[in-house]
């Protein structure tokens, strides 16, 4: 189909949304009071809520709030965050500099969890075609090997031999039993890597990219929500970068993402009454 | 002074973050490990460890959520989301559209709550010089009648005679004992609104952006963290709105905000467990 | 290939731009001077210098000038002009409205010149397969009416029956002698739409989505080169309406695209002496 | 004044714009068909019409485009920049990392023209108090040193000692008598600073922002108008850098500002032709 034209100016077409109803002294979201949600559901749950069109269970709720919480910064080196930086420096508002950053979450950045989703979607097809998850693994292995697609989205990390992310996401995955075909299919993928003669020299295990692409999958998630979870969750990060940069540097300075390091707290223990 | 000339080209100054420190296979926010504060810690406790660099108490934390959650959408009629949805229509991705609407965080959208944390201020200002609270109220509305600066920041609503998203807030955080001097001049300039000869005939109450403008003051954040915060929680808001654009419009489509209307789910409860 | 990974952070690799030099009261542009360029060549060449390489001919510096006006502005109702609006209205800054203007800029709007661009080099990779350029254009226009891609981008126009724009370039490129196989093939699928018996009764004349597309192909300039040209002729256009939005509307107004109605001069005359 | 409260939704009020009339077969930009204006109007000079309503004289014109030249692009190292091949290189579109570039423009980059037409505009006033030009510029030098102001904006510069770009721009004006009251303060205050006893060591001649508020200023244009001539003239060389990160370098790369050079040609000279 040709792109469509914009229909002619002379009246638009009523419309619809079915997301948040606004009447005097009223607010719904997706039919829920905002004022009940307020202080009975979590932001993560309400960002659920929107999103998808209801409340999640405790169990699925607290899952997303993993996931929403694992992405929300990566240090100052991502390019989102160095756009976000040289934006700020220029005096750029908050919101400016915040929106830069976001317009960084492009193919490349973000873009490993939606393409590795797709991976997944690929090997349960093959799956349904009859083969065990094991075996469309290692189908599915033997491919990208042969396009050289190594390694491939969701596997690997440039910083880390094991991703503490994923690990800790797809673990209370698991306590809350939310792992079902995409999560198998994720771990056989990991096995078929590293059982794969080409690649014995290389560690690729799963990262959060592909955590969260089995975690989305699992749920039932469409891509594109787990496109807008990406981009919601990492906001918050984003935002403190840039109001780090307003307090501590001077404006107009040259930052070079090489010669950074962290002063903030050594690690420390999240205090008991919270576990 | 000067706006700052940029420093030469030559080398960068080192700098420092504290925000996030990226090792091999560790990942601290704020001195936590994500993978601890992952399944731990709610995602808007997360943001406020990363604005403020330290973790709420569990009613902060409560707080913080309700507020995050009070300003997450408002329908289909805000410039912000208007600006999203026409960006979207274009078949711009969800980023770039998300992105738009960030824009629309200016002045007059988002910007009464911090003109009403200013006003407030002001206020406290006043009563520290040894007036009362309620004697503040009085000279600040006699100042903003004068000014012609009616309605003030922070008080009435086009919509809503009684805003419900801001009753609620100011109700949860009197319940958690957190509504100190800001909550209480916010409170008083709401009488002092109202007794004021000159408005009699004019329904001035509280509106979410005076609750969360009294709520940050009385929480302690400084301003910039407030804004942050408002860009934060409608970011999902956006998100959502931009999603339901690409699901069920075709592109390039003509958008009157005067012709859509809510056809989502009636008013519904929410389910007794999550009470 | 997979997505490639960040380089890791111990150092980045030296890079290299053959744009601009910058030394010590000297600024080469391409090599050029700046203050060599500047009160020689206009806006137009310079752009078409930075974005190519060289310089254009004065002939194709005309034709670049009439492409580039051709497109700075249509009127308030284009979706990237609504959403610097909406934008505008909340008091953000002119580079904020503007911003979100430019990310208006998608598939939907601008891209039918790059939709069209597509479609012509599919044409004349047809034509190199020995086929007239005649034959080549009914092909198409067949393929495209079986696959309902009616109208195919580039052609016809929900305003209007003739574009003026379209006709006024192609005229240009004509004297000018730069009209060469894409604008042949252009012309050649216009005509075969219309003799196509089931199109009858539509009007597709060449719109300047189209005229561009082939004056650029002419011109042998890439297709994201195109795509810059328009996001650059445009920008001059959103900034004229954040600018007018400013000067006459109240802040957080609400724009409904269809009660809108020009009030700038009468059609006149442009003064002789520019003729 | 409050901030104004958005109108209700139940039907907004009718507006208009004088920017750009659009009916069928018929573009008419500021009265001008714009099938007129192509071929016959240069790109700045519709710029020039479409922000100020008139067409410039082709004196004005000429400076206007060399205004424009003057600023298109700054290398690789302006924050601006920076932002949009961060955000390109995560594989944004070209209209997302130039809009990342756009939001670049902030109180410091491009904000110095801003700022020094805010001083002209305070010595024109003190001028027209009775003082000579001569005199405004001194006493206006002395606040400065006071104020410890220094380099007040639209002088000095961190690469060159001799802007290229604010000489030639002088220069021009100049040549075409464009030059009045703004440019001679800008003369008077460049002479105040060299002969100030407390600046003896220092050298702050006039540049690129300096020049461009004189040339603004003299032109009669307002303030805001002179930031969306700035904000339109370096978007083709945000453009150009982002097509040129896309052809030359691998996606997801660390981009560090202080390893870069320079590859394109060396110094040439515009073919004679041309002058």
Redesign the interface.
């Known amino acids: 189909?040709?792109?469509?034209?914009?229909?002619?100016?002379?009246?638009?077409?009523?419309?619809?949304?079915?997301?948040?109803?606004?009447?005097?002294?009223?607010?719904?979201?997706?039919?829920?009071?905002?004022?009940?949600?307020?202080?009975?559901?979590?932001?993560?749950e309400?960002?659920y809520l929107?999103?998808t069109?209801e409340?999640p269970s405790?169990s699925i709720g607290?899952l997303v709030?993993?996931m929403?919480?694992?992405f929300?910064?990566?240090?100052?080196?991502?390019?989102?965050t160095?756009?976000?930086l040289?934006?700020s420096?220029?005096?750029?508002?908050?919101?400016?500099?915040?929106?830069?950053g976001?317009?960084?979450?492009?193919?490349?950045?973000?873009?490993?969890a939606l393409?590795c989703r797709a991976l997944l979607d690929e090997g349960l097809a093959i799956s349904r075609g009859g083969s065990s998850i094991a075996a469309a693994a290692t189908t599915l292995v033997a491919k990208?090997v042969e396009?050289?697609?190594?390694?491939?989205?969701g596997f690997?990390?440039?910083?880390?031999?094991?991703?503490?992310?994923a690990?800790?996401?797809l673990q209370?995955a698991h306590e809350l039993e939310t792992d079902h075909n995409y999560t198998q299919l994720l771990r056989a993928l990991e096995q078929a890597l590293s059982a794969h003669e080409a690649l014995k020299d290389r560690s690729l295990p799963v990262n959060i990219d592909g955590a969260i692409a089995a975690v989305c999958g699992d749920l039932g998630l469409p891509t594109?929500?787990a496109?807008?979870l990406l981009?919601?969750?990492r906001?918050?990060?984003l935002?403190?970068?840039?109001?780090?940069e307003?307090r501590?540097?001077?404006?107009?300075?040259?930052?070079?993402?090489?010669?950074?390091?962290?002063?903030?707290?050594?690690?420390?223990?999240?205090?008991e009454?919270?576990?």
């Open positions: 189909m040709a792109p469509p034209k914009r229909t002619t100016g002379s009246g638009a077409a009523p419309w619809t949304t079915g997301l948040t109803s606004i009447s005097p002294n009223q607010i719904l979201v997706r039919g829920y009071r905002i004022d009940d949600l307020m202080g009975r559901v979590g932001f993560g309400t960002i929107l999103l069109g409340l405790p607290r709030d993993a929403l919480v694992s929300i910064d990566h240090g100052a080196t991502p390019p989102s160095l756009a976000a040289n934006t420096t220029t005096g750029a508002s908050i919101r400016g500099a915040v929106a830069a976001v317009l960084g979450f492009g193919r490349y950045h973000g873009g490993d393409a990208l396009a050289n697609d190594i390694p491939p989205p690997g990390h440039r910083f880390h031999t094991i991703d503490p992310r690990t800790r996401l209370i594109e929500v496109d807008a981009i919601i969750s906001v918050p990060g935002a403190a970068h840039v109001l780090e307003q501590r540097q001077t404006p107009m300075r040259v930052i070079d993402p090489t010669t950074h390091t962290y002063d903030g707290p050594p690690e420390r223990r999240i205090p009454r919270r576990k």
